[in-house]
């Protein structure tokens, strides 16, 4: 594989941006020595700067329902670009946009745009501060959610030694420069576990404003919930007067029509969605009820933005809408199965090849953990249990065959409309070679 070009960019990145990148994850931290600089995606494809082809399962972090320019989203972009990119005013494609997301959540009477997942999950907290007049968040370890300093808190793996006990965890920072009052006013409970959910709730129950959680663990790899937890945690904060935040920033409009809350049966008080809405534009929301949406009206809790609705974005949003939802919903069912398909497969080649890798799924979201588990059931799991360099050593070696899996060891990997049968022979003939390699090593 000829890494020249990308060796010269990272150079001369070094000299302009730190990282020579624009976020950790995507630079050195991922991609030893340094990283593959992308030139364009097609379909289910990206090639970098040097001409090297990959099939591409990360998939921008699971902004790409549809993989790389889409041809619909394509013209339907070229279209519009020449009327204009921005007016700072109210759009037609804002109220086409929001009509589909509301026809396709039941449990969602109002939207309100935004750009990232991190803005939309700042803006549901305070929300839900705004309407109860409590200033504590009760979130689980390891669930992310942006990198807002009231929800940097225990996100990232963790000697298993520092989590203190999991009836009361210690609070980590992920970052220098959060106030004590960022500490202080969040609080962390293990994930999966409604006795340690219940018990909190009791003790804190009257000075917390929301629970905020993913649907699914999918910054740890892929956690599913256990059958029934999810039902029993919107029971519990209902009990408790807490309003229950379901993060869909991930699992909106994938892992069903109707995100997570779809999956699990679920009302969530507020939603917040990214990612994949955009199909690879800036777009996000908040969602929500008309009695807790009503708070962000202005002169209540403030929800700002020169960005909020990108008329580009939402025309991409609302023809990925479209585009999913066509006979009955035709999108969603393929990345489904092509997720269920890379993960069984995945794990006979393990199987076959005598390695400890465990994949992991919800749906088209699925992820290589290796370990000696039989299945990892949450953070601490996660953090004790699961080889992060040789996930590290696989995701390279499959991308020195050309199948692009995430370089971020925790986060997941992911289908799109555009992948082929033949896309998921070619990676899992790659799965077998990287395995076999890592044995002989
Ligand atoms: C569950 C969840 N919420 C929020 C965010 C933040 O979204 P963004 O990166 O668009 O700010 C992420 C990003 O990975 C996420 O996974």
């Keep these: 594989m000829k890494t020249e070009n990308s060796e010269q960019l990272f150079n001369r990145a070094m000299e302009v941006l730190v990282e020579g990148c624009s976020s950790a994850s995507r630079g050195p931290m991922n991609y030893k020595p340094f990283p593959p600089y992308m030139r364009?995606?097609?379909?289910?494809?990206?090639?970098?700067?040097?001409?090297?082809?990959?099939?591409?399962?990360?998939?921008?972090?699971?902004?790409?329902?549809?993989?790389?320019?889409?041809?619909?989203?394509?013209?339907?972009?070229?279209?519009?670009?020449?009327?204009?990119?921005?007016?700072?005013?109210?759009?037609?494609?804002?109220?086409?946009?929001?009509?589909?997301?509301?026809?396709?959540?039941?449990?969602?009477?109002?939207?309100?745009?935004?750009?990232?997942?991190?803005?939309?999950?700042?803006?549901?907290?305070?929300?839900?501060?705004?309407?109860?007049?409590?200033?504590?968040?009760?979130?689980?370890?390891?669930?992310?959610?942006?990198?807002?300093?009231?929800?940097?808190?225990?996100?990232?793996?963790?000697?298993?030694?520092?989590?203190?006990?999991?009836?009361?965890?210690i609070r980590i920072p992920d970052s220098s420069g959060l106030t004590p009052g960022s500490l202080e006013d969040t609080l962390v409970?293990?994930?999966?576990?409604?006795?340690?959910?219940?018990?909190?709730?009791?003790?804190?129950?009257?000075?917390?404003?929301?629970?905020?959680?993913?649907?699914?663990?999918?910054?740890?790899?892929?956690?599913?919930?256990?059958?029934?937890?999810?039902?029993?945690?919107?029971?519990?904060?209902?009990?408790?007067?807490?309003?229950?935040?379901?993060?869909?920033?991930?699992?909106?409009?994938?892992?069903?029509?109707?995100?997570?809350?779809?999956?699990?049966?679920?009302?969530?008080?507020?939603?917040?969605?990214?990612?994949?809405?955009?199909?690879?534009?800036?777009?996000?929301?908040?969602?929500?009820?008309?009695?807790?949406?009503?708070?962000?009206?202005?002169?209540?809790?403030?929800?700002?933005?020169?960005?909020?609705?990108?008329?580009?974005?939402l025309y991409a949003a609302k023809t990925m809408l479209e585009e999913m939802s066509r006979d009955n919903f035709a999108g969603f069912h393929k990345i489904t199965a092509i997720g269920e398909q890379m993960t069984k497969r995945l794990n006979q080649v393990a199987r076959d090849t005598g390695q400890n890798m465990r994949v992991q799924n919800v749906g088209s979201m699925f992820h290589p953990v290796f370990t000696d588990l039989d299945a990892i059931t949450g953070y601490r799991e996660f953090c004790a249990a699961a080889d992060l360099a040789k996930y590290a050593d696989f995701s390279q070696k499959m991308r020195d065959q050309g199948v692009f899996f995430s370089g971020n060891k925790i986060l997941h990997n992911l289908s799109c409309t555009e992948h082929t049968q033949a896309d998921i022979d070619t990676s899992i003939e790659a799965a077998g070679n990287a395995l076999e390699q890592m044995a002989r090593d």
């Design 40 to 169: 364009e995606g097609k379909g289910a494809r990206i090639w970098d700067v040097d001409g090297n082809e990959f099939i591409d399962w990360q998939l921008s972090f699971g902004c790409l329902p549809m993989g790389h320019s889409h041809p619909k989203i394509v013209e339907i972009v070229q279209e519009k670009v020449a009327g204009g990119t921005h007016f700072a005013t109210a759009l037609e494609v804002e109220v086409e946009t929001a009509e589909l997301m509301v026809n396709m959540l039941p449990h969602v009477d109002k939207v309100r745009f935004a750009n990232t997942g991190t803005e939309a999950c700042m803006t549901g907290v305070r929300m839900a501060r705004g309407i109860t007049g409590k200033r504590k968040v009760l979130k689980f370890e390891g669930h992310y959610h942006g990198w807002y300093d009231g929800l940097l808190v225990s996100t990232n793996p963790q000697p298993i030694s520092t989590l203190g006990h999991p009836n009361d965890p």
């Design 189 to 313: 409970c293990v994930w999966n576990d409604e006795v340690a959910l219940e018990r909190m709730l009791a003790t804190h129950g009257h000075e917390i404003a929301c629970l905020v959680m993913e649907g699914a663990m999918s910054n740890m790899g892929v956690i599913p919930p256990k059958p029934g937890y999810l039902k029993r945690a919107q029971e519990l904060c209902r009990a408790y007067n807490v309003l229950f935040y379901l993060d869909e920033t991930v699992t909106g409009f994938r892992v069903a029509p109707g995100g997570a809350a779809e999956l699990y049966d679920l009302q969530p008080d507020i939603v917040t969605f990214g990612k994949a809405l955009g199909q690879g534009f800036p777009v996000a929301a908040i969602a929500g009820p008309d009695h807790i949406m009503e708070s962000i009206e202005y002169g209540k809790v403030l929800h700002y933005g020169s960005h909020n609705a990108p008329r580009l974005g």
